[in-house]
């Protein structure tokens, strides 16, 4: 087998890639085929193809997107912050790097700029060379890459964007400070008057402190904050969640502002999303 890192395993004659973040729960993931990896400044990152989940991209040997669900997390992390604001213009767009945030974004015609602020170019090379159902190959000229660390970007950006989504992979490594409340306050500084800011809050299953933490951080800075959840199959337990505080205009979801092309985002999904099963209720209280 050519050198590939430790959580590509062969077993019974295929390959497995096994998940390498997690000490008591394990899940591997069956592989036609390792489509691309590298070792860039930042992390590993990985493409491979994967039997149930086909294309799948995963850094430091934690899979972070995929062929099959990829959409799902994607159309909730961008269409519920861009309905719920009634001219947004300017987009931040934080890690990301999948380029499937901006991909929802740019369907808007009337979002004028996507900034999308991505540690590592490499991230978006692979993706948009190996892994099209996610990335779409992403090319539109409203989009300008900006290949930084997204913590040092939003100290220096003050009253710019309408939305500031937060894309960013688990709090370990590059990401940890995306998820403290100096980096929300400076979101929050970043943001116009009426801005909102949305991120992935991670899984209210098996990271209920994260959760919880990000939720106490958003409700502290925002005049409005709130959480919503998607099922995303790819992440442990399904339920995963999005933390969005708003600066002005209240987080209530009605009709959609303008209708795009999505798989699983609609009117429905936008209004119900801010149900919450009752244990999260609890926690969040
Ligand atoms: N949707 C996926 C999920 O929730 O697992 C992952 C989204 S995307 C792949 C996460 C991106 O955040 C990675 O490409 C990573 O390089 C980027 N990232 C991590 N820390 C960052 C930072 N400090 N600034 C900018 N981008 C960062």
């Given at each position: ?6 959580w ?9 890639l096994?998940e390498d973040d997690r000490?008591?729960?394990?899940i ?15 992390q590993h990152?990985m ?10 991209l995963v850094l430091d040997g934690v899979v972070q ?104 992979s688990d709090?370990v490594g ?112």
């Amino acid at each position: 087998m050519t050198n590939f890192p430790n959580w590509i395993e062969a077993k019974n004659h295929s390959l497995w890639l096994t998940e390498d973040d997690r000490d008591n729960l394990k899940i591997s993931y069956r592989v036609k085929e390792v489509i691309y990896s590298e070792q860039s400044p930042i992390q590993h990152v990985m493409i491979v193809d994967t039997v149930d989940f086909g294309r799948t991209l995963v850094l430091d040997g934690v899979v972070q997107t995929t062929a099959l669900d990829g959409h799902i997390y994607n159309e909730m992390i961008v269409h519920v912050p861009i309905n719920l604001h009634p001219n947004p213009k300017k987009v931040l767009i934080i890690g990301g790097g999948d380029c499937g945030a901006a991909r929802e974004a740019a369907k808007y015609k009337d979002i004028e700029r996507i900034d999308m602020v991505e540690i590592d170019e490499l991230v978006v090379k692979a993706c948009k060379d190996h892994l099209q159902e996610v990335s779409g190959n992403l090319s539109d000229v409203r989009v300008q890459f900006i290949f930084t660390d997204g913590i040092q970007f939003v100290k220096e950006k003050t009253a710019e964007y309408d939305i500031i989504i937060v894309d960013s992979s688990d709090p370990v490594g590059p990401a940890e400070q995306l998820f403290e409340y100096d980096f929300y306050a400076n979101i929050k500084k970043a943001l116009k008057l009426d801005g909102i800011m949305v991120c992935q809050s991670q899984s209210p299953i098996f990271h209920q402190d994260i959760l919880k933490q990000t939720s106490e951080h958003i409700h502290n800075l925002f005049v409005h904050a709130n959480t919503y959840m998607a099922v995303v199959p790819t992440y442990p337990g399904g339920f995963w969640s999005f933390t969005i505080g708003s600066k002005h205009h209240p987080i209530k979801s009605g009709h959609l502002r303008e209708k795009v092309t999505t798989k699983y985002f609609n009117e429905g999904i936008f209004q119900g999303c801010f149900q919450l099963p009752q244990f999260m209720k609890d926690l969040l209280e």
